[in-house]
T-cell receptor
Framework: GDSVTQMEGPVTLSEEAFLTINCTYTATGYPSLFWYVQYPGEGLQLLLKATKADDKGSNKGFEATYRKETTSFHLEKGSVQVSDSAVYFCALFSGGYNKLIFGAGTRLAVHP | DTGVSQDPRHKITKRGQNVTFRCDPISEHNRLYWYRQTLGQGPEFLTYFQNEAQLEKSRLLSDRFSAERPKGSFSTLEIQRTEQGDSAMYLC??????????????FGSGTRLTVV
């Protein structure tokens, strides 16, 4: 079935470092892809999305490009801040299953 | 409209008790979803409604779980005879029917259930 695999965390970075969180997916057809962020004790917030191959989603300095050839949607940010510390979830909308399917999440900790 | 609201935010209950959670979706969204999230894991799908019709239930949703969405507005999720393994964050989300594949979902803040 459709699935999402994320790199295991935690990812620990210093402020202003470059961030990459890897995400790959398995799906039939061409799913829409999403990154969500979850701050402690909160629900999930949509960070960015891409709906077709080669689309780049971006928001708040974060970017991810839909790569059909590698079935990937890696999250990047050029310079992280302490306030970016959270758990990041990659997800796909599975047309076959008609719902969002999430990866296990990657915890990011940014220290000053 | 202030987004998806869930109530309560936290619930502590004794094993064997029944609990009920409420979700109020964004008013113009006709799809409503329930997910469960355990510590260190991503959200897992439980069930979803289109208007008042419950269209799908996950195998995770045992007979002790029931969800309703009367009149296609708010939804309730009830867990009967709670077990310690039910301890988790229960997330509600909504989306419009149209363009649901590209919209993503709007999530509430969740209800954290602790069964002692």
């Amino acid at each position: 079935g459709d699935s999402v695999t994320q790199m295991e965390g935690p990812v620990t970075l210093s402020e202003e470092a470059f961030l990459t969180i890897n995400c790959t997916y398995t799906a039939t057809g061409y799913p829409s892809l999403f990154w969500y962020v979850q701050y402690p004790g909160e629900g999930l917030q949509l960070l960015l999305k891409a709906t077709k191959a080669d689309d780049k989603g971006s928001n708040k300095g974060f970017e991810a490009t839909y790569r059909k050839e590698t079935t990937s949607f890696h999250l990047e940010k050029g310079s992280v801040q302490v306030s970016d510390s959270a758990v990041y979830f990659c997800a796909l909308f599975s047309g076959g299953y008609n719902k969002l399917i999430f990866g296990a999440g990657t915890r990011l900790a940014v220290h000053p | 409209d202030t987004g998806v609201s869930q109530d309560p935010r936290h619930k502590i209950t004794k094993r064997g008790q029944n609990v009920t959670f409420r979700c109020d979706p964004i008013s113009e969204h006709n799809r409503l979803y329930w997910y469960r999230q355990t510590l260190g894991q991503g959200p897992e799908f439980l069930t979803y409604f289109q208007n008042e019709a419950q269209l799908e239930k996950s195998r995770l949703l045992s007979d002790r779980f029931s969800a309703e969405r009367p009149k296609g507005s708010f939804s309730t999720l009830e867990i009967q005879r709670t077990e310690q393994g039910d301890s988790a964050m229960y997330l509600c989300a909504s989306s419009p029917e149209a363009a649901r594949e590209s919209y993503g979902y709007t999530f509430g803040s969740g209800t954290r259930l602790t069964v002692v």
